[in-house]
């Protein structure tokens, strides 16, 4: 006799007879018609009960089924012009990111790519620039992740540009009449522990992590400028802004973060700059400016002392 297959959990269908036999119902026994063959057996059509259980399993397996396409498997589409290559198709993002990991996360491309239309820019937000701050920061971003944080999700492309670019500054701007165009840079160091030198007393326990100044030498009669720029870890839960909070502090009017386009709290204006903060940097005293953002960037000037200056301020 030929075997019959069991019956799929999720399709509770019987299972199909022969078309000899499709139209008699009359024989259900091996043997049974015409010539003596033998046909497989008619499954009974299974109990209520049974019907039932496998067409809710029926509806929990499709319903799991569209939850995994809508929460997992996101969706990204190209809203470009007509005339875009992008209507043709788009590379898979393993593709994206097993290229951009042999360019070592090259971040000109990375911008280039995200110019492209809203599906490649989508890419390199979530994927291209998250990679591109671990390959360059990798303990910092540790950092800045452990303990539950994740201030940086969903700002990897606002970090990535912290890292490598000096915002400088524009007449009129957050530090009023001084006029600095902003550049990239080819390497800074981040600091956890000069960080702490910029916090008030009452926020030591905040963890702040801040580059060395980048040197604007001869600026006329400002001298010789420093920019500086860092980011808190868990900014939205810290003493700083707590603090900022209980002290009404107002947001600029009209300057946003350079990184985020957020809103600034200038921490000059509300006395909360130690004077570590100038020893830090090599500074004159009460030089030293800088702001912080809803997510924790900070945009800061100083006017650094003279180099033989600084050094005897350092032995003494």
Not at 45 to 62: D, G, M, S, T
Not at 88 to 115: Q, T, Y
Not at 131 to 158: Q, Y
Not at 188 to 198: I, N
Request: charged share 25%.
């Amino acid at each position: 006799m030929i075997p019959i297959p069991p019956p799929s959990p999720i399709d509770p269908a019987p299972v199909s007879v022969s078309p000899l036999h499709a139209g008699d119902r009359s024989s259900d026994r091996a043997g049974d018609g015409d010539g003596g063959f033998s046909l497989p057996l008619r499954r009974r059509p299974a109990p209520r009960r049974r019907v039932r259980r496998y067409e809710k399993v029926l509806i929990v397996v499709r319903v799991i089924s569209f939850l995994d396409m809508v929460l997992v498997v996101k969706q990204h589409r190209c809203t470009h012009s007509a005339s875009c290559a992008c209507i043709k198709g788009h590379l898979s993002e393993d593709a994206l990111f097993l290229v951009f990991r042999h360019m070592n996360w090259n971040p000109r491309l990375i911008a280039i790519l995200s110019c492209v239309c809203k599906w490649f820019d989508e890419v390199a937000k979530q994927v291209l620039w998250k990679e591109f701050c671990h390959a360059r920061a990798p303990k910092m971003m540790l950092d800045l992740h452990s303990g539950g944080s994740h201030i940086v999700d969903g700002n990897w492309k606002a970090l990535g540009k912290l890292l490598i670019y000096c915002n400088g500054c524009t007449k009129g701007g957050l530090f009023n009449n001084i006029h600095v165009p902003g550049h990239f840079v080819f390497r800074t160091r981040f600091s956890r522990t000069a960080g702490k030198s910029f916090l008030p007393l009452p926020c030591k326990s905040d963890v702040l992590y801040v580059s060395d100044p980048c040197e604007h030498l001869d600026q006329g009669e400002e001298g010789d400028l420093g920019f500086f720029r860092g980011i808190f870890k868990s900014f939205a839960t810290s003493r700083v802004k707590k603090m900022l909070i209980e002290k009404r502090a107002r947001f600029h009017p009209r300057e946003l973060c350079p990184y985020c386009k957020a809103k600034l709290w200038n921490m000059f204006q509300e006395n909360m700059i130690p004077r570590s903060a100038s020893a830090r940097l090599g500074a004159y005293d009460d030089s030293v400016e800088y702001f912080v953002c809803l997510n924790g960037h900070v945009i800061g000037i100083s006017t650094l002392l003279p180099l033989s200056d600084s050094e005897e301020a350092a032995d003494e």
